[in-house]
């Protein structure tokens, strides 16, 4: 299996500082595990690595996609595929970096995506359903699919009628996923005390704003101002600003829930890495942590 390695943790805690280094140190190139540095127009308030901090490190996944264009797990999972592949190719290791765990699991495991044509007439049909009746039907057709579903997500049970429209039930294909991982993948998690992490990511929202997050924040607006709607602007960090612009909110008030929810996200990344994938952690306050993590991954490295 290929190797690769990857670096995960919540916001804040210093990922793209730890991969340049281990770059540098292991012949790595990086790929973007973050689901919003994707976009072009999108720099200050996703924290996208700035070009005097890559180092002359090649990074992948970063300013590749307009926000008006869809980018999704699926994509990710293919592109970010793909540049594992290339990067393995020239003999360099292949580093993950990021905290959208969801397009990082899909990645290193046996995920696969069944396509559906949005313009298909059954899916047409599906629209014109109320949420009672698509949660009926998949009762029906699909029940064990109803077991992880939630009777008002509207998109995924229109989604899951399709599958089992074309011939595939959502459920057969989850239970004939194994999820096994397909590349030799070293899981390093960044972790440090609650507290003072949650400190780091209040200063990290001032520094935004010092760098002019409100500015570039404007500037988009300007230029698209439908923007809330697309799905690049539902990242924390931009989505919190539509009260301001709607006169409904102070700069103050948008800056405060910016940090609440950074903090609630940085909560719910920690319990879906430790209970998703196999992570080594390491306390970034250990004194001994950067001789820590090159041991390991110089082991790693050599074990076939």
Known sequence: MEKVLVIVGPTGVGKTALSVKLAQSFQGEIISGDSMQVYKEMNIGTAKVKPEETQGIPHYLIDDYALTQEYNVKVF????????HQISEKGKLPIICGGTGLY????????????????????DFL?????????????????????????????????????????????EIVESQTHQPIYDAYIIGLTMEREQLYERINRRVDIMMEEGLLEEIEGIVEQYPDCWNFNSFKG????????????????????????????????????????????HWYDIQDQEYPENVMHDIDEWMHHK
């Open 77 to 84: 999972q293919q592109k970010a595929r793909g540049y594992m």
């Open 104 to 123: 990082i699991k899909s990645t290193l495991y046996d995920y696969e995506f069944v396509d559906q044509e949005e313009n298909d007439e059954f899916m």
């Open 127 to 171: 629209h014109t359903l109320g949420k009672d009746q698509l949660w009926s039907l998949l009762k029906v057709i699909d029940p064990k699919a109803c077991e992880n579903l939630h009777p008002n997500n509207r998109q995924r049970l229109c989604r899951a009628l399709y599958m089992a429209h074309t011939g595939q039930k959502k459920s």
């Open 236 to 279: 924390i960090g931009y989505k919190e600003w539509k009260g301001y612009f709607d006169g409904a909110s102070t700069k103050e008030e948008c800056i405060e829930l910016i940090k609440k929810n950074s903090r609630n996200f940085a909560k719910r990344q920690y319990t879906w890495f430790k209970n998703q994938m196999q992570v």
